[in-house]
Nanobody
């Protein structure tokens, strides 16, 4: 099993920044992709950023140039640095990891609210 614990969400004014963290614990063997998703009120959950263990990162068009996904292997943590936040970035942000055989694990989510 894998446990994910997100933190770092909160209330911020438009144009501000937040850094989300996702601490990964449990059986981390086999994790090959780490991602951040978000879900705005009344909308479907969408991919924000994807970080494979090998290969290039992927970002949603709406966050390119503003958000950066990264990881610290020593701390088993994946981050999402969010700059120039907009009101449309408001939502619950979820961390997800995927193993090589396809198993997926989700965190509980952290709320991000951007006031205009």
């Amino acid at each position: 099993q894998v446990q994910l614990a997100e933190s770092g969400g909160g209330l911020v004014q438009a144009g501000g920044s937040l850094r989300l963290s996702c601490v990964i614990s449990g059986t981390i063997f086999g994790i090959n992709v780490m991602s951040w998703y978000r879900q705005a009120p009344g909308k479907q959950r969408e991919l924000v950023a994807r970080l494979p263990m090998s290969g290039s990162t992927n970002y949603a068009e709406s966050v390119k140039g503003r958000f950066t996904i990264s990881r610290d292997s020593g701390k088993n943590t994946v981050y999402l640095q969010m700059n120039l936040l907009k009101s449309e970035d408001t939502g619950v942000y979820y961390c997800k990891v995927q193993k090589t055989w396809g198993a997926e694990y989700w965190g509980q989510g952290t709320q991000v609210t951007v006031s205009s």
